[in-house]
């Protein structure tokens, strides 16, 4: 397969390049998981309250997350294959669980009328992350260490924001599940990297209010004071990252929108 080397930011001071053959352009990817609609931001915890809608949804889950094992098996080599299924297994494991009869399915089964009844609610969460992911270009790596902070802060506060509407609405057991899922979804990108990035929500809260106020003066969101420098998370599980911005973007879309800035750098 002929490809086209093509120069991006690959992080720190190395200079790597990477091949991107025809087929193997991020927007493939995007392609794929837009088979994933049904994790939609409009109420990323609905897929349905019945057996029979997951009987109607679970072919085209497992259609897209198909689409992507085939794009990782052509468009990347062994060792960034293997951590680019590490990175998205949590999801995989989520639609295979949903998708099958048994304990999970009968718990999301329980829970999913209210949070279903919470969704009108849920668009304030989705729409304040909505507002500043739609900004970020997975592509841009010359953006990419503040791209990571941004992303990385923004679903914290989404989780959060989630976590406390489904409580306020639901009560604690159905909250505890709604977090338990978000956890599995996030939980491999979280660790491996918004640790790195972020190390606790008092930085997230400056990063955010440099953000925020750089679009009240109509600079560049990227010509704030926001330090480059490597960061760990010190803060327990909770804090979680989803990408991406479009009009139909899925939680595991916006997952997978954050290792396209991922992948240059493992090349």
Not at 14 to 40: D, F, H, V, W
Not at 183 to 192: G, H, N, T, V
Not at 196 to 223: A, F, R, Y
């Amino acid at each position: 397969m002929y490809a086209t080397r093509v120069d991006v930011y690959a992080g720190g001071a190395s200079g790597k390049t990477m091949s991107i053959a025809p087929g193997c352009e991020p927007q493939s990817l995007l392609n794929c998981t837009s088979r994933l609609e049904y994790l939609n931001t409009d109420s990323a915890l609905e897929l349905g309250s019945s057996s029979q809608d997951l009987e109607n949804i679970c072919p085209t889950l497992r259609e897209g997350m198909g689409c992507i094992d085939d794009y990782s098996m052509r468009c990347l080599p062994e060792d960034v294959r293997t951590y680019f299924a590490s990175m998205y297994n949590g999801t995989t494991a989520v639609i295979k669980d949903l998708c099958t009869a048994g304990r999970f399915q009968t718990e999301y089964l329980k829970h999913a009328p209210c949070m279903d009844s919470a969704k009108t609610e849920y668009k304030e969460c989705v729409d304040g992350y909505n507002g500043v992911m739609s900004r970020i270009d997975p592509q841009d790596q010359s953006h990419r260490d503040i791209n990571l902070k941004v992303m990385c802060c923004t679903f914290a506060n989404y989780i959060e924001c989630s976590n406390r509407l489904v409580y306020e609405k639901c009560g604690q057991e159905t909250a505890g599940f709604t977090e338990r899922l978000l956890d599995r979804l996030a939980a491999p990108i979280i660790q491996e990297h918004c640790m790195k990035h972020v190390k606790s929500q008092d930085e997230c809260n400056g990063i955010m209010t440099s953000w925020e106020q750089s679009l009240s003066d109509g600079t560049s969101p990227w010509d704030g004071e926001v330090d480059r420098g490597s960061h760990r998370i010190t803060d327990p599980p909770g804090q979680r990252q989803v990408t991406g911005g479009s009009e139909s973007t899925t939680a595991v879309m916006n997952l997978l929108t954050l290792l396209l800035l991922l992948l240059p750098a493992l090349n």
